[in-house]
């Protein structure tokens, strides 16, 4: 019996503490362009967090 091939949709919705995002961000497993602000909160924290990686990286 061969497992079932599972397809992934092509986005989801998920809620995580602002500071994991921030986390990924900063540590470049997530990118800017590859999110979507759905509020505020959200907003706020990925630009923090992109600005807060590009000092680091230009370090």
């Not at 497993?29 to 923090?48: M, P, R, S, T, Y």
């Amino acid at each position: 019996m061969s497992p079932k091939k599972y397809m992934l949709p092509d986005t989801v919705k998920i809620e995580l503490p602002s500071s994991l995002l921030a986390e990924l961000i900063c540590n470049g497993l997530i990118f800017g362009h590859d999110c979507k602000c759905l509020d505020e909160n959200a907003k706020q924290v990925l630009w923090q967090s992109l600005l807060l990686s590009s000092t680091h990286r230009s370090r």
